[in-house]
């Protein structure tokens, strides 16, 4: 599904695996990925959206070393596209396309801690 490509120093592209191909992407335009069976829906930070046939915990192994966390068992996002992070009974991230994405109370701390590294 995902195949890491060096172009230069600083960027990075993988190739999407689809229902009729394979689209090749920059992985910082990816803001978030969500399950969806054993599919996975990637959105970009251009508001694209493409479903790639693999389970996300496919994506996530890919991506968890580019700035990516799983916050929750439908979600992965991309640390350096989260606006704000709502403390509530159910708590939720705010992604820079304003999007809410729900994250379970046992990743908070992981995500704090993913977010001071980069």
Do not use: W
């Not at 992407?25 to 790639?52: A, G, M, P």
């Not at 509530?88 to 590294?117: C, G, P, R, W």
């Amino acid at each position: 599904m995902f195949h890491s490509q060096k172009i230069n120093s600083q960027k990075k592209q993988i190739a999407l695996t689809t229902k009729t191909g394979c689209i090749f992407v920059q992985i910082n335009e990816i803001l978030r990925c969500e399950s969806d069976n054993s599919y996975t829906n990637i959105y970009f930070t251009d508001k694209t959206v493409v479903l790639v046939s693999k389970p996300i915990s496919k994506c996530e192994a890919e991506l968890e070393k580019f700035g990516f966390i799983r916050v929750h068992k439908k979600h992965l996002v991309n640390c350096y596209y989260i606006k704000k992070y709502v403390r509530q009974k159910h708590s939720y991230l705010i992604m820079a396309d304003d999007s809410k994405i729900e994250i379970s109370k046992e990743k908070v701390t992981m995500l704090f801690q993913q977010i001071n590294k980069i």
